[in-house]
C-alpha cells in the first residue's frame, strides 16, 4: 500500500472544529494531508508533514472534503427539457411530470438505464461528489422498481427505494392497492438491493398517512427512513420524518413553525434542493431560518430529469449562498458534513486521520471561491478513497 502526500494546500477545510481556526470549517492554512491507501493517514502543518512514496503539489489550491449528495435521482430514461422550457415560460410545475419519466424508463433496456446512470455518476465525480445517494422510483412496477435499484446498486451503496414516488396511471383509481403492492410484493423485490426507503410526501403525491404506512414498512424489513416533504405545499410531512427519526427530510421549502420546533427537537437532517427551486421557478427554501432554528441543513443536488437536472453540487452551492440564506462556509459545510449527516455516515465529509481519503482540489485558493464564481469549473482534481481519479 502506497502513501500519498498533498501539499502545498493553500486552505484546507476538514470540518474538523477542533482544528484550524476553530470554526466548523476547521480552516488550516499551509496545510499537508498523508493519505494511506484508502484513507486519511495524517493532517497539519505542512512544515510538520511526515514523508511518503508519493507527491501531490496543491499549488497553493483549497482542498476540501468530496461533496456529499445526499439525494439523486439518476437511474431513468428519456429528458424532459420542453417542460423545463414551458415552466420557464410560466407554466406551473406539479408532480404529474414524473410520469412521462416512468413512461420512458419503463420502455428503457437494463443498459440503457446503466447508460445514464453511469454518465450522472461521471458526471458528479467530476464536479468533486465522491459519494452519492441513487432513488429508484421511476419503474413503478416491481421488476423496474427492482432492477432500477439494481443498476444503482453498481455505482452507490446507498441505494433508496422509492416505489411511492408517484402512484402510477393505471393504479389511479386504485391508490390503496397500490400501497399494498409498494409495501408488499415490491417492498420484498427491492428491500435486498436498498439501504433506505424514502417517500414523496406532498401535493398530487402520497399524503402523510400513507407515508406512514410505506415508511414503517420500509423500515420493519431493514430499510432506514428518509422522506421527500414541503417541496409543493405545508403538510405533515416533516413531522412525520423527525418522529420516525428519517435521517433526512428533504426539499423543506414549505416548513410551519411547528416543523420548525420539530426539526429543531430532532434528529433529523434537513436538506435543502436549490436545483429543483431554480428548476421550476418556485419559492426559494429559507435555509437561514433552519439554521438560525439550529437545524442541521444538507445540500443536495437533486439530479433528475424533471425538476432539477443539475449534477452540479458547485452551482447548488452557489444557489444556497445567493438565494437561501446560506454564508459560503455554511453551504460548503452543507454540501460535505451536512450530505454525510444526512447519509448518517461518518467516515466522509471531513478530513481527519482514519476517514475515508476522499478529497477535492480546487482550482481557486479557497471554499468562497465556490458561490463567487459560479458557473466556472473550479473542481481540479478528486481523490476516491485514495486513488486520484
Ligand atoms: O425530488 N419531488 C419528487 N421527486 C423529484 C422530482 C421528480 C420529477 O419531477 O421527475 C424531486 O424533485
Ligand atoms: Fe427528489
Given at each position: 500500500m502506497s502513501s500519498l502526500l498533498i501539499d502545498r494546500?493553500?486552505?484546507?477545510?476538514?470540518?474538523?472544529?477542533?482544528?484550524?481556526?476553530?470554526?466548523?470549517?476547521g480552516l488550516l492554512t499551509d496545510a499537508a494531508v498523508v493519505v494511506d491507501g484508502a484513507e486519511i493517514a495524517w493532517v497539519g502543518p505542512a512544515a510538520h508533514a511526515p514523508a511518503a512514496d508519493r507527491r501531490l503539489d496543491a499549488e497553493g489550491a483549497a482542498v476540501l472534503p468530496g461533496f456529499v449528495?445526499?439525494?439523486?435521482?439518476?437511474?431513468?430514461?428519456?429528458?424532459?427539457a420542453a417542460e423545463f422550457s414551458a415552466r420557464m415560460q410560466g407554466k406551473p410545475y406539479g408532480a404529474g411530470g414524473i410520469a412521462t419519466t416512468v413512461g420512458a424508463t419503463r420502455t428503457a433496456t437494463d443498459a440503457q438505464l446503466a447508460a445514464t446512470t453511469r454518465r450522472i455518476a461521471g458526471e458528479l465525480l467530476a464536479g468533486g461528489v465522491t459519494t452519492f445517494e441513487a432513488k429508484s422510483?421511476?419503474?413503478?412496477t416491481v421488476a423496474d422498481e427492482r432492477r432500477s435499484l439494481r443498476i444503482a446498486g453498481e455505482f452507490t451503496g446507498e441505494t433508496t427505494y422509492l416505489g411511492a414516488h408517484v402512484v402510477p396511471a393505471e393504479y389511479r383509481e386504485r391508490r390503496a392497492d397500490y400501497i399494498d403492492l409498494v409495501t408488499g410484493e415490491m417492498l420484498a423485490a427491492c428491500a435486498p438491493h436498498a439501504k433506505w426507503v424514502d417517500v414523496f410526501c406532498d401535493r398530487g403525491a402520497f399524503d402523510v398517512d400513507e407515508a406512514r404506512t410505506v415508511l414503517t414498512a420500509g423500515m420493519a424489513a431493514g430499510l432506514r427512513p428518509r422522506l421527500h416533504s414541503g417541496q409543493l405545499g405545508f403538510g405533515d410531512g416533516i413531522r412525520l420524518a423527525v418522529e420516525l427519526d428519517a435521517a433526512s427530510v428533504d426539499h423543506c421549502t414549505y416548513v410551519s413553525g411547528a416543523d420548525l420546533d420539530a426539526l429543531a427537537g430532532g434528529n433529523t437532517v434537513a436538506t435543502l434542493l436549490p436545483g429543483v427551486e431554480f428548476s421550476t421557478r418556485t419559492p426559494w427554501s429559507d435555509g437561514r431560518r433552519l439554521l438560525d432554528a439550529g437545524v442541521t441543513v444538507a445540500l443536495a443536488t437533486?439530479?433528475?430529469?424533471?425538476s432539477s437536472y443539475t449534477s452540479s453540487m458547485a452551482f447548488c452551492i452557489a444557489l444556497a449562498v445567493r438565494?437561501?440564506?446560506?454564508?459560503p462556509a455554511e453551504a460548503v459545510w452543507a454540501a460535505t458534513a451536512g450530505g454525510a449527516a444526512a447519509l448518517r455516515r461518518?467516515?466522509?465529509?471531513v478530513v481527519r486521520?482514519?476517514?475515508?481519503a476522499d478529497l477535492t482540489v480546487l482550482a481557486?485558493?479557497?471554499?468562497?471561491?465556490?458561490a463567487y464564481r459560479p458557473?466556472?469549473?473550479?473542481?481540479?482534481s478528486v481523490l476516491k478513497n485514495g486513488v486520484v481519479q
Open positions: 494546500i493553500g486552505e484546507l477545510v476538514t470540518n474538523d472544529p477542533t482544528v484550524g481556526d476553530g470554526s466548523p470549517l449528495d445526499s439525494h439523486a435521482h439518476p437511474v431513468f430514461a428519456g429528458d424532459r422510483g421511476y419503474g413503478l437533486d439530479c433528475n430529469p424533471g438565494d437561501q440564506g446560506l454564508s461518518d467516515d466522509v465529509g486521520p482514519g476517514r475515508r481557486a485558493p479557497s471554499h468562497l471561491h465556490l458557473g466556472v469549473p473550479l473542481v481540479r
